[in-house]
């Protein structure tokens, strides 16, 4: 079952065009890696994807939803969440009710099943290693655990598919391998996901299927190890001859 369809999407800033008539499947319960080299289209790609910018062309499908154009704020109650390469934590709060805000959306209360805020927060603390933490300031967190907040922020919403932006971007090997952990079990306890980044060989320790962009287009799909040989990929992405 396909859970997240693009077909032919297009957007344009002005005269430069950022993506040229992408299409993508993601199947449910897989995780789906999305590389290129800088300025390939791929922060544009989740921006349209999640509603936080329209198209110019194409639609988004989600779960068989029609769901282009639709605000960004829709497109996360309906249960397609992202999260953002530059995590923006709530400051001066403590880690326990940066999550906690994230609990009060409907979608969140509506999926609680009765629980309240707190106990559905602390439970998403735990899930990403983060329940000792709770009750600092998220000032004092170093830049790894925030990145592990931002995935709690956004499991907030259980949502259907989670886009992650360049997760393991900044970090230090220490600070890598627990999120890499983190996403491993997410994708084995059956969520769905989608996976922008520019570490390579983390990437590639998760997904069994990737999509390739440059210059607004795909150019390659398939496992990472057909897509390594891929003289275009070799090109365009790695830099090196074909």
């Not at 992408?22 to 319960?29: A, H, I, K, M």
């Not at 994807?49 to 829709?74: E, H, N």
């Not at 933490?133 to 790894?144: C, I, K, M, N, W």
Request: glycine share 10%.
């Amino acid at each position: 079952m396909r859970s997240l369809v693009a077909r032919d999407l297009q957007k344009r800033f002005g005269g430069l065009v950022a993506l040229a008539g992408v299409s993508l499947e993601v199947e449910q319960g897989e995780i789906l890696g999305v590389i290129g080299p800088n300025g390939a289209g791929k922060t544009t790609l989740f921006h349209v994807l999640s509603g936080f910018l329209p198209p110019d062309g194409g639609k988004v499908l989600f779960r068989g939803q029609d769901i282009t154009g639709l605000p960004s704020y829709t497109v996360a109650q309906l249960g397609l969440v992202r999260t953002f390469q530059l995590v923006r934590p709530f400051a001066g709060l403590t880690v326990l009710e940066n999550v906690v805000v994230a609990c009060t959306s409907a979608r969140s209360r509506r999926l609680s099943r009765g629980r309240s805020l707190q106990d559905r927060a602390w439970e998403l603390l735990r899930q990403v290693g983060l329940a000792h933490r709770a009750a600092e300031p998220v000032d004092h967190l170093p830049f790894g655990e925030l990145k592990r907040l931002e995935i709690a922020r956004a499991l907030a919403l259980s949502p259907d598919v989670l886009l992650l932006d360049e997760p393991f971007s900044g970090l230090s090997a220490a600070e890598t391998a627990p999120l890499l952990e983190l996403v491993r079990t997410l994708s084995q306890s059956g969520a769905t996901l989608v996976v922008v980044e520019h570490k390579l060989r983390e990437l590639m320790q998760l997904v069994r299927r990737v999509v390739v962009l440059d210059f607004g287009r795909v150019i390659a799909t398939g496992t990472p190890e057909e897509v390594a040989r891929n003289p275009a990929v070799v090109r365009a992405y790695l830099g090196g001859a074909a």
